[in-house]
């Protein structure tokens, strides 16, 4: 037997008796080939390392029948998928595999083998940041039952902390000891990871603060960022937290005068879907359904938004001219403070239109809806478009001024899951590396007196007013929090954080050799899992079905009728 191969007796979860199995330890994956009966059947099981978040050496003799007491036993814990989807929620479960080796040495020899070829979590620190008031309040349950179950076999040093108020996490990503801490985990919704973003960034330290890996259990409403890496399983999200892959994620700063900047890692968004994100937070209560009863009340009630947007070439290189260099203040040690803004002169002033290459976008200066995107979903029901990356250091920007109500119905109607909302000719998308706002109204959009107007011919259009649309300056919503409505500076911070993935997740024109082998391994368990199930499958159809007999036989011998028994059992 090659070294890689152990001879054990393996039993999987919901199994009473153990097989003769041959383990053998691969590049991706652990093979269970099971030998059953006394013809000596055999069936194989893999389990791909990227599934796999702990295991345990039990010395509990308990759990060893008699005559193996001096044998050892590994159990390894691991997530499978009953089918080859890997991004659907329903689809993963959490398992186990149980080993018993002949000797303790062998055990010993299995598990070294193993943590060297990367099937068991590396030892990190985890701090796992819980929102009791999430979504709709599951965060805390989400962590009990299944965040924490599954650290606690990891071998991961984890700390637990619940927010206690609105923007909490922002003061503890500001605060957090990064000589203790690896990764920073939130069981929440997209608020919160915006938070501890923030947080990390606005710290003295944010050069090295930045490198310290973030990473969600989805436990909101929106769910965004969950979704678009393919973790809205809570299991599969964990599995990613506890695995410790990362990938680069772009951010973007949005730097408005005299106000700290705001960094976000989602989305940028005016007009009719800023408004109806945030106004949504009064539904709440409907979970997900928020959104879409917020979007069509706002949907009847459209607005138009007036303003400009300028924009800039995607990852535009050149030196600032002089005019610029003029423009910009000497750098000095506060800039280091914070990553930095190449066009943080634009603000100064409110108007002078922004130098070439920047330009103004066209359709101005009246919008419906503008939005910026770094995910390919905006939440967890609606993905918008695949043909966005987290990490390509691009801006992508969607915009319309369309106000015909079943125009914009139309994509949120039918192609919400199905990627193609940007196909309905309902927005223009363009790329950009740079993005200045001027709203045609300034102030706080819930505060009518701080309102100034930048230019009146702005205000309002007379095809608006001929429409009866509404007019108010709009939310600005970032990250699905709102901000004050002012000129704006948006620009992108390429790959400046890490953010935990599942081992196999790429995007699809990604070159990552590394992901799609591990993606082939999981898919191909999928393929042994299902035989798996399949045989329980068959076993238990027979089991039913002996039952349903005896139960009609029972019956036919008390005096009921086994025909109607049957039928009223069998729906037929
Ligand atoms: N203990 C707390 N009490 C009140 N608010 C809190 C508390 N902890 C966090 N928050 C706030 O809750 C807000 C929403 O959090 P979160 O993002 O987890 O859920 P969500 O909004 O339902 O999800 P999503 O952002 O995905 O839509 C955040 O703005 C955060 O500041």
Known sequence: MSPNQFQVKASFAGQQRASNARLSLGTHELTIHTSKGSDNNTTTAQVPYSCIYGYEAPNDKAVIAEQ?????????????????????????????????????????????????????????????????????????RISDTVVKPMLQHSGLTVKEQYTEY?????????????DEVDSLVVVSGDGVLHEVINGLLSRPDWDRARNTSIGIVPAGSGNAIAASLGIVSQFVATLAAIRGETSKLDIFSLSQLNRPRIYSMLSFSWGMMADADIESDNYRWLGPL?????????????????????????????????????????????????????????????????????????????YSMLLLLNCPNVGETIFFTNTIRFNDGIMRLWYSAETRFWKILMPFLFDQQNGKMVERDLMKDLECGGILIVPGVEGKPDDPSTHTAIDPNWIISPSAKSQGIYQKPGLFDVDGEVMPTARTLIEIHPSLMNILVPEWWYHKDDDNTTARAHESAVIQATKTQQKVCSTFGGVSVVATAVAVVAAAVFLSVNGHSPVDFLQSTLHL
């Open 166 to 178: 609105g923007r909490h996490a922002v003061d503890i990503a500001a605060k957090v000891d990064l």
């Open 290 to 366: 928020r959104f879409d009863v917020a979007g069509f009340i706002r949907m009847i009630r459209l607005r138009r938004y007036s303003g400009k947007v300028y924009v800039l070439p995607p990852k535009y290189e050149q030196t600032p001219s002089t005019t610029e260099q003029q423009l910009t203040p000497p750098q000095s040690p506060s800039h280091k403070r914070e990553p930095e803004s190449r066009f943080q002169h634009l603000l100064d002033s409110n108007t002078k239109e922004p130098p070439k290459p920047w330009s103004l976008i066209p359709n101005m200066p009246f």
């Open 68 to 140: 193996d007491r001096n044998k050892a036993v590994v159990v390894v814990h691991y997530v499978a998928f009953n089918g080859p989807n890997l991004r659907n929620p329903s689809a993963a479960k959490r398992t186990t595999a149980q080993f018993l080796f002949e000797r303790t040495e062998d055990a010993d020899r299995f598990t070294q083998t193993a943590r060297d070829l990367g099937a068991f979590p590396k030892p990190r620190r985890i701090l796992l940041l819980v929102n009791p008031n999430g979504g709709v309040g599951k965060a805390k």
